[in-house]
């Protein structure tokens, strides 16, 4: 491609494409005509001597030669995005909209008080929830898909950047009428003997970090059920005689249930906050991440008694 001669518009019609795979998708993304992308795809071809994108079934497939173009124009895009982006950010004026993935649990201990804050200094700032899928989290973040997660480190991606935002004792929480509800704390061997039931975003998964724990130490627990969320979790732990290892915080509603000492080898729970390089240094995401983790740091400061904002 002649540099001289180059038209900047051609790289937002080829990352689209490689977004949408299909002309018509890219084309009202764009707010083109149909006709349009198809003449700067063509223009595409001829400057990169490639065809780049071929028809399949259901709308186009890259090239080699395209998948490799892919990251490199992405790259450029958002730094020339960020060179026409204005230096000083100023929130009380700031629109746009910040996509975050999370649990449950994340929602109730971290996004909930985030939204509080954002609400008084940043009103015209729109937050998009959306639900938590680490195999695909890569991909939806480099897409613009998804602007922030929150995470357990175990499952974050490599690539991204990263901060801890909850770091949260465990609790056992069983049916009152439970034959070990009124049991102040539980034995290890008591722990694993139980049913259990646990929360996977994904879905089917029924083991994770603990269990690979306890199997370095000869031990299994028996899980039984696989939910989406901790709320669900709570009405299995209601109606059966299931256990449900859980976060203190938020307070979930325990009506008809009781809260008992997990053991001492159990670990705690832990969320990051993550973000892809896309959006590292944009003054306004850096701002929205700023406050988010100062909320947390609140939190986790008067979770541990302290006052807030003394951490």
Known sequence: MN??????NLLKVFDVLMDERSVTRAA???ALTQPAVSGMLNRLREAFGDAL???VRRGVTPTARALELAGPVKRVLAELAGLLTPAAFDPVRAEMTVSIA????GLRAAVVPF???LRAQAPGIRVVLRPLDADRLLERMECGELDLALMTPQRAPPDLHSRTVLEDRPVCVLGAQHPLARRPALTLAEFCALNHGVVS?????TSGALDDALARQGLRRHVLVS???FASLLDLVRATDLVALMPRRPCFDTTGLALVEPPPEVPGFSKILVWHARTHDHPAHRWVRELLLA???DQRAAAAGAPAGSR
């Open 102 to 105: 999370t649990s449950d649990h």
């Open 227 to 229: 939910v989406p969320s």
């Open 201 to 205: 975003l994904s879905g089917g998964v």
């Open 28 to 30: 009202e993304r764009l």
């Open 295 to 297: 909320v947390t740091a």
């Open 3 to 8: 540099l001289r001669r180059a038209d900047l």
């Open 115 to 117: 939204v509080a804050a």
């Open 53 to 55: 994108f071929v028809r």
